[in-house]
Every structure is written in C-alpha cells, then in structure tokens.
DNA sequence: ATTAATGCAAAATCTTTGCACTTTC
DNA sequence: GAAAGTGCAAAGATTTTGCATTAAT
C-alpha cells in the first residue's frame, strides 16, 4: 500500500467531523472510526475508552465523555438512558426504540416499525415535544 | 384530641407496610406516610431526605435510599429512570407514561388512555417483557 | 499566531456498603 | 432475646471541571 494513497475510512470520519463543524482532532477521529465504521452501536464512555486504548489510541476518559456529548450536541449520536448511573450512546441517530436487557445490561435496537405509536398527548402549555422515548425492558425468562 | 384515638394514616401506613412484609418501623412509616398521604407524586432520594427533615424526622440519606429500594422491591413504588445520575421514585406503581421536563428536571404522569401503544414486537428468545417505557421528553418552548 | 482541544488529576454527584448501635417482634 | 433496621461515615461508581500543555487552523 503506498503512503500517498488516500486512507478512505479516515477521510470519511474527517469529513463528518468537518461537516458537523468540529475540529477533525487525533482523538476525534480515532473515536468517530471506533463508532461509526461499523454497524450502529450502543457504548458507554467506558466501554469506547477501552476499545480506544485496546487500539493503541492515547486519549483520556474525560476525552472521551467530552467526545460523546459534543457528538450528541452536533447530532452525530443519540443518549440513551435506560440504568442509573450509567449514560449509553447511540449511533442510530434514526427514530427508533430500544430493549434493554436488565440481565446484561446491554441495549438492543428496536425497528421502528415494530413498534406503533398512536395518540400522543398534547405538550404541556410552553414546552413542545423533544423526543419520545420507548424502552421495552426485558427480563430473563426463568420459565 | 384525645391521645388513645387512633391516629388514621398512620394506621394506614403501618397496614401497608405489614402487608408488603417490611416492618414498620418509624423511618418507613414516616417516608410512607410522606410518600403515601398524598396525590401521586415524583420524588428524588435526596429530596424526600429533604422533606424529612423539614418535618423533622431523624432519618439519615442512606436509610432513604435503602427504603426507597426496598418500597421498589416490594412494588409499593416504581423506580423511573430518565436522568443520567438521578433516579426519580414515582408513588404510581400503575400502567402509565411520563412527561419529562428537560427545562426543571421534573416528571409528571402522563394518562393511560393518551398515549396508545399499538404493536409490541416479540420479547428476544430467553427474555419476557418487564415493562414498557414512554418518555415524552418536553423542552421549554423557546417559540 | 490564534484558537480550540486534550490530559490529568481533582472535584462533584449520586448511590451503596460495613459495622456498631438501636428498635421491633 | 433474636432478628431486622438504622445511622454514620467511608467507599464506590460515574461523570464533570480547571488549568496547564499540546495540537489544529
């Protein structure tokens, strides 16, 4: 592989920074590649500090939770919270739903279409509609 | 007021927590009795610590948060979880939704019958459905 | 050069725990 | 008196912040 030669994948997440108008910075990008080049995912700040390290990416804890929420502000992930004490982070941005295994821990997608919404109330005088959010807890089955 | 009458709430309160199987003991029944006496309500651990003392009751942080868990395991009350770091205690333990503030961090119920949940897909293998979730998230209309 | 971002360690939150003491049954 | 519950302070866990250093434009 010559050394000239364009590095796609970096040049995609240097984009979407760009884009999203943060600066492409070394920990930006080596955290949007974790994220995004692969199938939508749900991480904690933890959980990516780890990866991130296990890559051989120097980069800090508090980094990375500065990372996560300056994405979710740009629009780049989605905050989901389903546990106390522990944010998770969505890289399907889309609408859609969530399972939350309370065994595991652990956030599964849930395809919009599965899941039918109909009549929502009305927003309170002054405030309008952010986001609806629904979580379907799951539990293990001890049949 | 003749002091052998019977006092109702507390009465009540002792009854509800004899039935749950936790003893009534002068924490309990005074967090019961704040909790309970009243229209439904939302409450934080550290707020209803708060009401305790201005009602002066002598009960430490971390005994209301053992009981607010120990009412949750025994379904007199429903934990909400909607807040990184903040867990949100709602004395209606039964089928409904929530409104959540994002302006004031505050929640309120939203009615049953305004929100219909049309088609829930299938609970994964292994797993049963615990519960189901709605949060409105509400932002201040900054119209 | 200028401006923004990072790293670190420290602090801030929120919550849980260990254990001696107290209360309930 | 036996068993359960409480208080306190300390520890845990997660997340945020302040500020000097480093990197990006």
Known sequence: MRSEVVNRPFAQAQEQLRTAGLRPTRQRLGLARLLFEREHRHVTAEALHGEALDADMRVSLATV?????????????????????R???DTNTG?????????????ADIPTDSVELRRLPAAPGGTRIGRVDVVIRLEDDSQ
């Not at 609408?95 to 956030?107: V, Y």
């Open 65 to 85: 939770y500065n990372t996560l929420h300056q994405f979710v502000r740009v629009g780049l992930l989605r905050e989901v919270v389903v546990s106390p004490g």
């Open 95 to 107: 609408d859609h739903h969530h399972f939350f295994f309370e065994g595991s821990g652990t956030l």
């Open 87 to 89: 944010s998770y982070f």
